[in-house]
Nanobody, 116 residues
């Protein structure tokens, strides 16, 4: 059974940091590109950051460049999103995604709220 379980979300003040984790099981994690998406209320889901199957290539949405870092540990079947200098506009439900060709898996999401 495929599972992607996100954790690490919460309430943080502007300028603060959070580290999201996504633990994967039920598929060959090291073969899949992994991404983090987010969806704010009333907005479409958007890609935040992605990492290749080996971890050798990453990409970021423009608004998070220099603040967020995606990484993965294939030995632990886990992908991370380190989020620094958080802003209120980063508030959203953050989802983990696994992709291999036309196959996609999604987690249930973890809420990140940036507010003073």
């Amino acid at each position: 059974q495929v599972q992607l379980v996100e954790s690490g979300g919460g309430l943080v003040q502007p300028g603060g940091s959070l580290r999201l984790s996504c633990a994967a099981s039920g598929f060959t994690f090291s073969s899949y590109a992994m991404s983090w998406y987010r969806q704010a209320p009333g907005k479409e889901r958007e890609l935040v950051a992605g990492v290749s199957s080996t971890g050798g290539s990453t990409n970021y949405e423009d608004s998070v460049k220099g603040r967020f870092t995606i990484s993965r540990d294939n030995a632990k079947n886990t992908v991370y999103l380190q989020m620094n200098s958080l802003k209120p506009e980063d508030t959203a439900l953050y989802y983990c995604n696994a992709k291999l060709l036309t196959i996609r898996y999604w987690g249930q999401g973890t809420q990140v709220t940036v507010s003073s």
